[in-house]
């Protein structure tokens, strides 16, 4: 739709008086940030003057006690108040070069004026006229604006539906206070401003999409009823992107009971982490915590083993365990892979997730192992003694809490070592050993027993008694602080005992259907437990176990969980995460056609992971329009995926891909080489090449280096790096 001279001066006017307001209200922020920060300055320099601190009596104290509280009251007032200024004075920063996006002009049913809705990242009420001037994109009315045309509309408020009509729907692109473009359209987002966003070249960091939110992407975000939202969904068809401004309208809408810190994001890898973060910041809101699931785990299990990264499971599983790259293949070497297939597969189940728990139900009554209790190669408690003492509880008690009972048990049997132990030849040589401060911390103790008198070390039996149980103190410390972490419970002779052929238990009714290769699977599972390895596949369970065993460390604070790339998660890592977080609501973020860890998918099909929290509380939303990549590589690429018809291209133009084949390695790579050449001659400055597996991208590099650093008819040669699976190729400043 066409726009009159008379309405293009008329926005263009508005934006002028809207950003000088908002100049206006920077001013008197910054004045006010700066008069705070004085102020808690000043009163940080100064507490203690304005305390009045005097114990002789019980009314003084509770009077200092009292001041000392008003003084640190006031200093907390002033410092949330500099706190929300500064915020909202980044907010008016970010909205003074770009006010708003969108318009809609709506009159509700009932009334006869319209009023004109004007859309921004956040809210800006001119306090003179009483009246926004910008809406909040997350208000409840802005949904208008994703969701609908102009005609017969309707919106939700916590106060009920509110219907009318929308009689205008007006899109801005603002840059440095200036309107740079702007049109009216009849659908939910233009074409033309997807196109400019699209097009932009990109670069180390996700930006916000907030003004060209599709009506699909804008039920995932605002949807706050599902337990587990699923957003199954095309490659580069905005799920991450939506997912982020979900995190934004959640905290926004729930701002009264939902912080950032309740919040976390699994990410597929720690550069994302860096490429998402300032998302939120964008929109006004802290980032909330993110982390990866590989790091999660080399938190729980690093100290224990060497932890195998999902990266290293996938390079052995594509390879075929080296097999495809130069390895001469035997029948042994087939059955090994083919083994390891198999573990992976069962171990990531829910079947396996089952076993564990019917193990632990069975440890309840017999085959729980534990590690001798040991002191300067003395045995203090034997592991039989542990098991005897174990199993002496009443076995209706959990066993977590029995685990509890046996700590407190064993620090008691501990003191009661120490009494006779004190008497050993070896504590007297320590005693010669201490130094000077530590017979004055002896000394000092002694004191305190004797109530604060004078005391002197005139009796040598006492002043042994009393040094020897310092020595012996230092000595047994870490003694006690392994039995206070639990450490006396054998977890990996536990885990162990599932694949041992002859364990201490009966596992007959835990495994009836084994997988194949069982055999080989319990052989491989033991030695890498010997040698404190831990294959990806292994980390997850035996976590759970030592968690059922020992008591989940649960997060009750963490609110709401998104995982991104959910379909390379096992079913098995997700319950896991739904046990972690309790309380909280999830968002899985993933596509099947994606999944480079098929060996081990929850999202092989949606019913696993649907499966977590019940059909009545789960939704799932599926996205088929790819932005990304161009109608022509979305055309080629859903030929190759399964369902890839359903994938909708947007309306990009661009070259066809090409698929060249080769007769060996060294034709690729020469070919590769001069196509690298080409681009960069054509003015492209970053290049990637993109290998199936690190190993291909390791000899790719290694034969394409001499070649790119050879004089290409250019001043300049290409500096070629390899990262992981692909090679990037940038040409030097």
């Not at 964008?282 to 590989?294: A, H, I, K, R």
Request: charged letters at 25%; a negative charge; hydrophobic letters at 40%.
């Amino acid at each position: 739709m066409s726009l009159t001279d008379q309405a293009r001066a008329a926005e263009k006017q508005r934006v002028q008086e809207v950003t000088e307001k908002i100049a206006v209200k920077i001013t008197e922020l910054e004045e006010q940030v700066g008069l705070v920060q004085s102020d808690v300055v000043e009163i940080r320099k100064h507490y203690w003057d304005e305390v009045t601190m005097d114990m002789s009596t019980a009314e003084d104290a509770v009077e200092s006690i009292a001041s000392m509280r008003q003084q640190s009251e006031v200093l907390s007032e002033r410092e949330r108040t500099h706190r929300q200024a500064s915020k909202t004075l980044g907010k008016l920063r970010r909205l003074v070069q770009s006010p708003y996006f969108g318009r809609i002009d709506f009159i509700e049913r009932g009334e006869r004026e319209e009023e004109a809705v004007y859309l921004g990242i956040a809210s800006f009420l001119d306090e003179e006229a009483g009246q926004y001037l910008i809406y909040d994109w997350r208000a409840p009315i802005s949904s208008l604006y994703y969701d609908f045309a102009p005609g017969e509309v309707a919106f939700a408020t916590p106060n009920g539906t509110v219907e009318g009509q929308m009689v205008l729907k007006r899109q801005f692109v603002i840059r440095d206070r200036h309107i740079h473009l702007m049109f009216d359209t009849g659908v939910t987002i233009g074409d033309e401003l997807l196109k400019q966003v699209l097009s932009r070249s990109s670069d180390a960091q996700m930006k916000t999409i907030v003004a060209t939110i599709q009506k699909e992407q804008n039920r995932i975000i605002r949807n706050d009823s599902a337990q587990m939202l699923i957003v199954q969904g095309a490659a580069g068809s905005g799920k991450t992107s939506a997912a982020l401004q979900r995190v934004a309208y959640l905290l926004y809408k729930h701002r009264d009971k939902l912080s950032s810190d309740q919040m976390v994001l699994f990410s597929p890898n720690p550069l994302f982490n860096h490429y998402v973060s300032t998302v939120l910041p964008e929109l006004g809101e802290e980032n909330m915590q993110q982390t990866t699931y590989q790091a999660y785990l080399e938190h729980r299990l690093g100290e224990m083993f060497e932890v195998e990264d999902s990266f290293t499971q996938l390079e052995y599983v594509l390879t075929r365990g080296g097999l495809d790259h130069g390895s001469e293949q035997t029948p042994v070497m087939e059955e090994t892979y083919e083994a390891r297939l198999s573990g992976i597969y069962y171990k990531s189940s829910t079947a396996f997730l089952a076993i564990i728990e019917a193990y632990k139900k069975q440890l309840e009554q017999m085959g729980m192992l534990f590690n001798p209790i040991k002191f300067r190669d003395k045995e203090v408690l034997s592991a039989a003694r542990l098991v005897e003492r174990f199993y002496s509880y009443d076995s209706a008690i959990r066993l977590p809490n029995r685990l509890e009972l046996m700590k407190e048990w064993l620090l008691e049997q501990l003191e009661l070592f120490a009494e006779v132990e004190i008497e050993e030849a070896w504590v007297d040589e320590e005693i010669e050993l201490l130094s000077s401060d530590e017979y004055h911390r002896a000394y000092i103790r002694l004191r305190k027993m004797e109530g604060g008198r004078d005391s002197s070390f005139d009796d040598y039996d006492q002043e042994r008694h009393l040094l020897a149980r310092t020595v012996l103190k230092e000595h047994l410390k870490p003694v006690r602080s392994a039995v206070k972490q639990l450490k006396f419970v054998d977890m990996i002779g536990l885990y162990g005992q599932l694949f041992r052929e002859r364990a201490a238990t009966d596992k007959r009714e835990l495994i009836a259907e084994k997988p194949r290769y069982w055999s080989e699977i319990c052989g491989r599972t033991l030695e890498e437990l010997a040698q404190a390895r831990l294959p990806y596949e292994d980390a997850t369970p035996f976590l759970y176990l030592m968690e059922a065993v020992c008591g989940f460390q649960t997060n009750s604070a963490v609110r709401h969980v998104i995982i991104d790339e959910a379909q390379d998660y096992s079913p098995f890592q997700l319950a896991y995460l739904k046990r972690l977080f309790p309380h909280c609501r999830m968002t899985a973020l993933g596509d099947l056609s994606q999944a480079i860890y098929s060996h081990a998918s929850a999202y092989s099909e949606i019913d696993p992971i649907a499966a977590l929290y019940g059909p009545e509380q789960t939704e799932v939303i599926r996205l088929f329009r790819s932005y990304r990549s161009t109608r022509e590589i979305v055309e080629f690429t859903r030929g190759i995926v399964p369902d890839g018809d359903a994938i909708e291209p947007f309306t990009r133009a661009g070259g066809k891909p090409r698929v060249i084949q080769t007769s060996d390695r060294g034709s690729l790579h020469s070919l590769l080489a001069a196509e690298v050449a080409r681009l960069l001659d054509e003015g492209y400055a970053s290049i990637a090449i993109i290998t199936k597996t690190a190993s291909e991208a390791e000899l790719a590099h290694q034969a394409l280096t001499p070649l790119l650093q050879a004089p290409l008819g250019r001043a300049r040669h290409p500096f070629v790096s390899g990262e992981g699976g692909r090679i990037r190729c940038r040409t030097p400043l």
